[in-house]
């Protein structure tokens, strides 16, 4: 074998090593949308007929998607705006309210009181000296400006929407260039991504916005930040050169923040991670070319990866291509935005698990039989955990074929529900089984459509 040949074989093993991938796991693709020249950022909202909509940035403006119906995932309304690469949305009341760094875009407000029949553009607003913004975050009827020139030095700018259509501009926080901020219980948790901090902001006078703490991150370039419910751990996400490492902190003291581990993707090192989501015991990532990644961080300290569905199959290489943003809806569809492939619109072959921790702690492990039954398309499995363990609930066909896996992991003593979604099968006799290291039970269940 010539020198060259076993160097060009040496480099083929290389590049097929970074850009492998294992096949799309325990998810399925609802819809894929790919209307426009580019895409960022992406939001939901639900309205008061519980109508799901995906609310995705588009380089010519703002999609408006409805998701409610996993068959008829469909376009409903498009509002213009500048070309930007970049472009947030949040919703407050029934009201949409769009940014992005186009010199000139300021703040579009949409009304969304017309889905699903259509969408409004009701104001561009702005105040002087304010054109564009790089992210926008919201709390209550409060909305929070970061980057771009909504306030001096590209800090984080308070506006009051309390009124949606005549939002006030309140107080602001000039210390450092704000990328991207969190807002819980009147503290801004906002990544100053030019100097390697993380700045923690006292907002609960909204005129006078003072910074308590601020401390340094691991590596350069703080992008993206999200605490948990409990507000006990803080994600943290970067974009620089080394990539993928999504970090947990202890933030339960603010006077003692420490490092406790972080997480890549199973078996790929080399796709960068952008934004990050946090849904109860659910972390969802953006995870650029290595797509949606669903983590559990029921204990921060040892995340485990438990889901993804790749939107960038092409490569894991460290660009900013690829899945761009995230958002989990209550029905448990999960959309994301790919910077070229558009909008995603996946779910999981299990849905979130309930854990009752209101009820005493079973005596004995039990299998309860599913509601409804007979059930089209979801159903609800119901089950008890006497001690901790290793458990496993699987759904069979009637020839004994395993056709989802509902739980596969440790769980703690407690009761629990799971729902099943048989969407993708077809009617007939399905039978679900639950396994420890001491028990096993099956229950038959009817799928009718």
Known sequence: MTPKILFILILTAAVNICYSQLPNQRTYLLANLNNYPGYSGIWGYVDDNQREYALLGCVNGTSFVDITDSSNIVEIDFVPGLVSNWREIKTYSHYAYVVSEAINSKLQIIDLQYLPDSVSLVATWNYSGYTYTHAISQSGPYLYLSGGNACANGGVQILDVTDPLNPVRRGNNTSRYVHDCRVIDDTIWATNILNQKVSVINSTDKDNVQEIRNFNTLQSSPHNIALTDDRKYMLLTYENTDPG???????????????????????????????????????????????????????????????????????????????????????????????????FVIKLDFLTEVRDNSQTIPEKFELEQNYPNPFNPETNVGFGISHPGLVSLKVYDALGKEVAVLVNEIKSAGRYNVAFDGSDLPSGIYFYKLETETFSNAKKMILLK
């Open 245 to 343: 490492k999504l970090e947990f902190w202890d933030v339960k003291d603010l006077q003692n923040i420490t490092y406790i581990t972080n997480w890549q993707p199973t078996d790929i090192v080399t796709s960068g991670i952008h934004n990050i989501e946090i849904y109860d015991t659910l972390a969802i990532a953006a995870h650029y070319t290595a797509g949606i990644r669903i983590i559990n961080i029921s204990d921060p300290a040892v995340p485990v990866e438990i889901a993804w569905y790749d939107t960038r199959p092409q490569d894991n290489s460290n660009t900013y291509n690829g899945c761009w943003g995230v958002y989990k809806f209550p029905s448990g569809k999960i959309v994301g935005s790919d910077v070229t492939n558009g909008l």
